[in-house]
């Protein structure tokens, strides 16, 4: 080994090695007596032998100008590439995980101080392939079996890419080889440092990249989700580098898991989903066909908790619309020549979107908007908000153009509105208001009034009372005698769904002790009146509601009131009548008679109509009739009569 290095050192130079100083031969001689050493049967002396080579390097290395250091850089590179260079890339396997260290700490130190550090890539690049993408790595467990000495060799790879630049191209598979599997490595720092080491190589070599770029998603996506965050971060920021510089293709790949990340709890993530996607809406190649997906991202973090995020946010989307509107300028010159006042009902006319902005979302409304009419509704609360808040920001945006999607938009506000979850109401209701600001009156009475009238919710009220708050007094006035008629029908404003706190709240109202007392005083007038339209009664009736509500929860009172009672409930539980309607009484029925000296029998008085209550009410309904609704009100009916004959 020894006559082989001498033999080396003291070989004639060659035309790369004309240019070597007395400096770099006496360097060359220095480390053709160390050499040696590195092939010793010892760890210790191997390790010896490395350290003296860290001394011989840093002692040939100026601390002067650098000009010196440039030509001492030079006179390095013969030595580096002839003598040192493979023989540290062999001790990389040592079994010391010492000398296996300081080989890769003196690889980095060569490939910093070689005046053509790109030299060393054909050699350097297989070595790493070696050590962290082996055989074994495939398995799952990495050729190397130190995580320090692993993050140390993919610095030394970031290190050759950031030297080695546009040089690394013929050695694209190596590296991507290489980070493939150390996207995966258990060690987290090893992931940062991959993550980090790829963004450095798609920019490094942006002509060749994109060949390769798409093998490096998959790794990185099972990485997004991983337990520390500076992890997901740097993952974030390398998929934004590695579809810059490789193929748009991708884009769909990612937008999932990014969307997902808009919901971490570490505001660090979400500013890093806000940054890539941004840079993405400005700088992509294929970034046109992809801003119908692309704008929802950027469009949600403007309502994030964190203000930067939407300061952050709100002045990428700012700069997006204005480079739009410079591209295309020719066709939206009529526009910017004769420029719109805002809507004289805005909500915030000082802060208008621009009109590049404006136009970004309009032209793309029609492929965003069915995505988030189905998230507005999903089973996941979080996603519920989000879809609802940017439904909101959508709409601020479309301003009149929101005309043609009206039908999709209020039926999705009218889902919404019924959920559980008060931000999600509270976003659907701004967009409500917006709707009743840029919509005409004309138009989108015809939509909510006949959905209301054919059936009444809660939702839908809301839904209209937050459209008529957003809209114009000036253009409401025509049509205030319409929608005050429409809400005065008795299947509208008579409905309630939370009938025991409604009661309780007029009892207070009236200075009455509870609700007994209420229905004490009013049950008879009420029944009365109730008895006047029950011929035409049917399941979906607010006044069969009303009367099903007295029924259930008058007690004492109904004893006070069979004049009016019985006589509605032998019309209503006729043969001919509604069969939901009958079934619905009759639930309501067996539970009365169940407890009969505490509601109908409360004064003594039902046994005068007991004939009507059995011949006319139940025999006819014990009648056998086909389906499945028949005998479930004669199973009614039954339970009816046991409990009147238990009573």
């Not at 840079?279 to 992509?284: I, K, R, S, T, V």
């Not at 976003?427 to 917006?434: F, N, Y």
């Not at 409360?602 to 005998?631: E, M």
Request: hydrophobic letters at 45%; one cysteine or more; a negative charge.
């Amino acid at each position: 080994m020894a006559a082989l290095v001498a033999a080396e050192a003291a070989a004639p130079p060659g035309p790369a090695e004309a240019a070597e100083t007395a400096e770099a031969a006496e360097l060359s001689r220095a480390l053709s007596r160390l050499l040696p050493g590195l092939e010793a049967d010892s760890k210790l002396s191997r390790r010896r032998a490395l350290e003296a080579l860290q001394r011989a390097i840093e002692a040939a290395w100026p601390e002067e100008p650098a000009a010196e250091s440039a030509a001492a850089a030079a006179g390095f590179q013969g030595p580096w590439a002839r003598l040192l260079l493979p023989r540290l890339l062999r001790c990389l396997a040592d079994p010391a995980e010492g000398c296996r260290a300081l080989a890769a700490h003196l690889l980095g130190l060569g490939l910093r101080r070689a005046a053509r550090p790109r030299d060393a890539l054909p050699r350097l690049l297989p070595a790493l392939v070696a050590r962290l993408a082996g055989p074994e790595s495939e398995r799952g467990r990495p050729p190397e079996t130190c995580e320090e000495l692993r993050l140390a060799l993919v610095q030394l790879l970031g290190l050759a890419v950031r030297l080695g630049g546009a040089a690394l191209a013929p050695h694209l598979d190596d590296a991507v080889r290489v980070l493939r599997c150390t996207l995966l490595d258990p060690f987290a720092a090893v992931r940062r440092e991959s993550c980090q080491c790829a963004a450095s190589l798609a920019r490094a070599t942006p002509d060749h990249f994109h060949m390769q770029s798409e093998s490096l998603i998959g790794p990185l996506m099972q990485s997004i989700s991983h337990q520390h965050w500076k992890v997901r971060v740097a993952v974030i920021e390398a998929t934004g580098s590695v579809i810059q510089f490789g193929s748009g293709k991708s884009v769909d790949d990612v937008l999932p898991h990014f969307a997902q990340r808009l919901f971490d709890d570490v505001p660090q993530v979400r500013q890093a989903v806000t940054c890539v996607v941004g840079g993405w809406l400005l700088d992509l190649r294929d970034r046109y066909s992809f801003f119908h997906k692309l704008i929802p991202l950027l469009l949600s973090n403007l309502e994030d908790d964190i203000p930067e995020i939407a300061l952050a946010a709100a002045s990428l989307w700012e700069k997006v619309g204005l480079q739009w509107q410079r591209e295309n300028e020719d066709d939206l010159k009529d526009k910017l020549d004769f420029a719109s006042p805002p809507p004289a009902h805005h909500p915030s006319p000082d802060n208008r979107p621009g009109l590049g902005c404006r136009e970004l979302v309009f032209r793309n409304l029609s492929k965003i908007l069915p995505a988030i009419c189905h998230d507005v509704t999903d089973w996941v609360a979080g996603t519920r908000v989000k879809a609802a808040q940017l439904l909101a920001v959508l709409l601020l945006h479309a301003e009149d153009h929101v005309t043609q999607h009206l039908e999709v938009v209020l039926r999705t506000l009218h889902r919404a509105c019924a959920d559980d979850d008060r931000a999600v109401v509270r976003s659907c209701t701004r967009s409500a208001e917006l709707v009743g600001a840029f919509v005409s009156p004309e138009v989108f009475l015809k939509l909510v009034l006949p959905a209301l009238k054919k059936s009444p919710s809660p939702s839908g009220l809301l839904i209209l009372a937050s459209i008529v708050r957003g809209c114009p007094r000036e253009a409401l006035r025509p049509h205030l005698t319409l929608i005050a008629t429409e809400l005065a029908r008795p299947h509208i404003c008579q409905g309630s769904e939370n009938v025991q706190e409604t009661m309780d709240a007029l009892a207070a109202a009236q200075d009455i002790d509870g609700h007994q007392d209420l229905y004490r005083e009013h049950a008879g007038p009420l029944v009365e009146w109730l008895a006047a339209s029950h011929h035409d009664w049917t399941v979906h009736s607010a006044e069969l509601l009303q009367f099903v509500v007295v029924v259930n929860h008058a007690g004492p009172a109904l004893g006070e009131v069979l004049p009016h009672l019985v006589p509605v409930l032998r019309s209503c539980l006729q043969p001919a009548r509604d069969p939901q309607m009958r079934l619905r009484l009759f639930s309501s029925l067996s539970r009365v008679l169940l407890s009969a000296t505490q509601t109908v029998d409360s004064q003594g008085h039902f046994h005068h109509y007991l004939d009507t209550v059995t011949k006319d009410i139940l025999v006819p309904n014990l009648q056998w009739h086909a389906g499945k609704t028949a005998a479930a009100i004669r199973t009614a009916a039954v339970s009816c009569l046991w409990a009147l004959i238990k009573q």
